[in-house]
T-cell receptor, first 115, second 113 residues
Framework: GAVVSQHPSRVICKSGTSVKIECRSLDFQATTMFWYRQFPKQSLMLMATSNEGSKATYEQGVEKDKFLINHASLTLSTLTVTSAHPEDSSFYIC???????????FGNGTRLTVT | SQQGEEDPQALSIQEGENATMNCSYKTSINNLQWYRQNSGRGLVHLILIRSNEREKHSGRLRVTLDTSKKSSSLLITASRAADTASYFCATAAFTGTASKLTFGTGTRLQVTL
């Protein structure tokens, strides 16, 4: 089946630094990937839609200069949290689209802690 | 923005009992999907039901969809302790060739021995 690998699974960084999270589709190509954010015991909030070879589409309220998304190939999308602050601490999850009326395939998420 | 509301928010049952979770949404959909999430992990797809379908089964899972009421339900029969997880419904809207999902608030299911 379709496997999505997300790395790292956990990261702790200091306030003001940047963190890059990678999302790879291992055995299929993903033109579109989605990035979600999840707070403890809450649902997933869509942050942005990442399209291979073009600019990401951000949801309302998501700062595109803070959450940089790059989808340079059909198997890799990256999310960079720039100048991280403690309020950016959260669980970030990527998913890859395999077409209409098909389920999304999710990575295992990245727990980001900003100190 | 959050599309779906799920109820109950939390459900505690004993092993062997059935668990029913409900999901309501607000706008038109192309399909509705149910996912499971173990604590601190990614999501696992359970069932996808298209907007023109009314019921779907997969093993111990049964999903219904009522587009006139904009609601869906997930039934897990003969629950097991391993079913303990959070369950989310997600409504799909097509964007180009992709499918954009909006997740519900989730139900935390606890199955005790």
């Amino acid at each position: 089946g379709a496997v999505v690998s997300q790395h790292p699974s956990r990261v702790i960084c200091k306030s003001g630094t940047s963190v890059k999270i990678e999302c790879r589709s291992l055995d299929f190509q993903a033109t579109t990937m989605f990035w979600y954010r999840q707070f403890p015991k809450q649902s997933l909030m869509l942050m942005a839609t990442s399209n291979e070879g073009s600019k990401a589409t951000y949801e309302q309220g998501v700062e595109k200069d803070k959450f940089l998304i790059n989808h340079a190939s059909l198997t890799l999308s990256t999310l960079t949290v720039t100048s991280a602050h403690p309020e950016d601490s959260s669980f970030y999850i990527c998913s890859a689209d395999t077409g209409r009326n098909s389920p999304l395939h999710f990575g295992n998420g990245t727990r980001l802690t900003v100190t | 923005s959050q599309q779906g509301e799920e109820d109950p928010q939390a459900l505690s049952i004993q092993e062997g009992e059935n668990a029913t979770m409900n999901c309501s949404y607000k706008t038109s959909i192309n399909n509705l999907q149910w996912y499971r999430q173990n604590s601190g992990r990614g999501l696992v797809h359970l069932i996808l039901i298209r907007s023109n379908e009314r019921e779907k089964h997969s093993g111990r899972l049964r999903v219904t969809l009522d587009t006139s009421k904009k609601s869906s339900s997930l039934l897990i029969t003969a629950s097991r302790a391993a079913d303990t997880a959070s369950y989310f419904c997600a409504t799909a809207a097509f964007t180009g060739t992709a499918s954009k999902l909006t997740f519900g608030t989730g139900t935390r299911l606890q199955v005790t021995l």
